[in-house]
């Protein structure tokens, strides 16, 4: 294949990867957290990365350009459970925080809604069933209700009541809504600033904030002939469907993530 060509789509593993590899010194790698690389769990305090993936992002990332988290987790969660890590970036809060030389840089805009973020929260704990998990994540607060989906619809009110009152925006996600102050920042907008010396990216995502991460890679693709982008889903029950069909490869689970990108190391680095 020669090195300027982007394979047709729909796209095959084999040509994804026999690409990457032509172009690995210019390619970048981007993950989302939640369902991605960790399982989703009814607590999400108790969510962990799969055992794997620490150790395969590490080895990616002295393999390709760069490897990179992009989150609606605070950085401070994301540093929690990826200490060891030297080699990958993190943008939480879905880019108005970034871990940049030992430091969280936050997007100064969105600084001033600090004070509304934590009264929305204890709001949601007074005035939310008790069955609703609420999340303070300082620059965002989220709903979640996996443990009691028949809430759903209440909760979805609510918080576009609170969205409409305070001029926030929201977000939703597998079984949560999520109140963000109005500042323009989303997953789109990181990766479309990630990709911009880029000769390939791949993101891996699984929810609705990470379809503006797909586009982004489109987008690239339309004005730039020479740009490679790979799409790629991971299947779940609630927003699978509508994330693959976003996506040029699905993936079954966070575990099937871990042992595509061992296999795609193996390519990579093959003579
Ligand atoms: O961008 P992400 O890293 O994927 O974050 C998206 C949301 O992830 C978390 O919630 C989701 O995962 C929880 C743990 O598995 C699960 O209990 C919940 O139902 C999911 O929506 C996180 O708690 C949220 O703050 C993020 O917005």
């Not at 996506?247 to 061992?262: C, G, I, K």
């Amino acid at each position: 294949m020669a090195e300027t060509l982007r394979p047709n789509r729909p796209l095959s593993v084999a040509d994804a990867w026999a690409v990457t590899a032509q172009r690995a010194a210019e390619t970048t790698f981007f993950f989302d957290f939640d369902g991605v690389l960790s399982p989703v769990t009814d607590d999400p305090d108790a969510s962990q990365p799969v055992d794997a993936v620490p150790g395969v992002l590490e080895q990616l990332a002295t393999t390709v350009r760069r490897v990179a988290i992009v989150s609606a987790r605070p950085v401070s969660f994301l540093r929690s459970r990826f200490a060891s890590l030297e080699r990958v970036d993190l943008y939480g809060l879905y880019g108005l925080e970034v871990w940049h030389e030992g430091e969280v840089v936050t997007e100064p805009a969105a600084l001033p809604w600090i004070p509304a973020m934590n009264d929305l929260a204890e709001r949601a704990r007074a005035e939310l069933p008790g069955q609703i998990l609420v999340e303070f994540k300082r620059l965002s607060v989220a709903l979640h209700y996996r443990t009691a989906p028949q809430l759903a619809d209440e909760v979805t009110r609510w918080g576009h009541e609170q969205a409409e009152e305070l001029g926030l925006k929201i977000q939703g996600g597998r079984m949560v809504v999520e109140l963000k102050p109005p500042v323009d920042q989303d997953k789109g907008m990181v990766i479309t600033e990630g990709v911009r010396n880029a000769g390939c990216a791949w993101y891996f995502g699984d929810d609705m904030s990470d379809i503006k991460a797909f586009d982004a890679l489109r987008a690239r693709e339309a004005v730039d002939p020479g740009f490679f982008g790979v799409a790629v889903a991971v299947a779940n029950p609630e927003t699978g469907a509508e994330v693959s069909s976003a996506a040029d490869l699905t993936l079954d689970s966070p575990d099937a993530v871990a042992e595509f990108l061992t296999d795609g190391l193996r390519r990579l680095q093959a003579p």
